[in-house]
T-cell receptor, first 109, second 117 residues
Framework: RKEVEQDPGPFNVPEGATVAFNCTYS??????FFWYRQDCRKEPKLLMS???SGNEDGRFTAQLNRASQYISLLIRDSKLSDSATYLC??????????FGAGTRLFVKA | GAVVSQHPSRVICKSGTSVKIECRSL??????MFWYRQFPKQSLMLMAT?????????EQGVEKDKFLINHASLTLSTLTVTSAHPEDSSFYIC?????????????FGSGTQLSVL
């Protein structure tokens, strides 16, 4: 089993749609969780950290469920510019940061 | 925010040659940097952790004699792909970490696309 697993993509959605990604992790001792965004052949960029209480940043909402060991990312009112690959990232302590395989999102006009 | 500079951005080389990739932290000191490899449509795979002034820590399956890492200063880490072969063609990217826990942030270089002919 992979340490971090994400929804298989791609997700093809129209502009204005709401889309949700899930990610599961295997190490129950994992401490920190993040969502990164990566555009094609570019470096990943931090989208948001994921807190136990859940957090929201504009159209983006991230949630963490420690009991079930998954995190989620909700994007509301999708924009064309949201098209990218979204990476679930888990830190199990120390320097061990694990990236999920990514979920590709295509937002169409 | 912190800036990590990586170059070259693209390299095309002949099989058997060695290629050096540089990763610099421009406005902060990075005692630890990370090197990743990414194949098309796959996620980043951590290759090694580069520690300033000491030997790099390699992930399982990564040949340390093939991927030489040097972190001689607090602002520079280099990855040398020795005797490159076509199967080494990939997107290589470095990062530096600032902070810890939920305040952790990874700052990435812009990546190097290596094509070995």
């Amino acid at each position: 089993r992979k340490e971090v697993e994400q929804d298989p993509g791609p997700f093809n959605v129209p502009e204005g749609a709401t889309v949700a990604f899930n990610c599961t992790y295997s190490n129950s001792a994992s401490q920190s969780f993040f969502w990164y965004r990566q555009d094609c052949r570019k470096e990943p960029k931090l989208l948001m950290s994921v807190y136990s209480s859940g957090n929201e940043d504009g159209r983006f909402t991230a949630q963490l469920n420690r009991a079930s060991q998954y995190i989620s990312l909700l994007i509301r009112d999708s924009k064309l510019s949201d098209s990218a690959t979204y990476l679930c990232v888990v830190n199990s302590g120390g320097f061990k940061t694990i990236f999920g395989a990514g979920t590709r999102l295509f937002v169409k006009a | 925010g912190a800036v990590v500079s990586q170059h070259p951005s693209r390299v095309i080389c002949k099989s058997g040659t060695s290629v050096k990739i540089e990763c610099r932290s421009l406005d902060f000191q990075a005692t630890t940097m990370f090197w990743y490899r990414q194949f098309p449509k796959q996620s980043l795979m951590l290759m090694a952790t580069s520690n300033e002034g000491s030997k790099a820590t390699y992930e399982q399956g990564v040949e340390k004699d093939k991927f030489l890492i040097n972190h001689a200063s607090l602002t520079l880490s280099t990855l040398t792909v020795t005797s490159a072969h076509p199967e080494d063609s990939s997107f290589y990217i470095c990062s530096a970490r600032i902070g810890a826990g939920n305040n952790e942030k990874l700052f990435f270089g812009s990546g190097t696309q290596l094509s070995v002919l």
